[in-house]
């Protein structure tokens, strides 16, 4: 997933994901947004181990 800060207008940022959009009202929101993303995005993630059935 490619991640790009831009700047828009004065006090208008966007946080591009592939081909969404997000919009802030400050470079430090859309800062703070994109290391919380990215910190989700590099955590590990496990999956459940499928239950057994009781044979009967």
Same mark, same amino acid.
């Given at each position: 997933?490619?991640? +790009?800060?831009?700047? +828009? @207008?004065?006090?208008?940022?966007?946080?591009?994901?592939?081909n969404q959009a997000v919009n802030f009202?400050?470079? @430090?929101?859309?800062?703070a947004f994109t290391?919380?993303?990215?910190?989700?995005?590099? @955590?590990?993630?496990? +999956?459940?181990?499928?239950?057994?059935?009781?044979?009967?």
């Amino acid at each position: 997933m490619k991640i +790009l800060i831009k700047e +828009l @207008a004065k006090s208008r940022w966007q946080v591009r994901l592939d081909n969404q959009a997000v919009n802030f009202r400050s470079e @430090a929101e859309a800062r703070a947004f994109t290391s919380t993303l990215e910190a989700r995005l590099h @955590a590990p993630h496990y +999956l459940p181990e499928p239950q057994q059935r009781a044979a009967g």
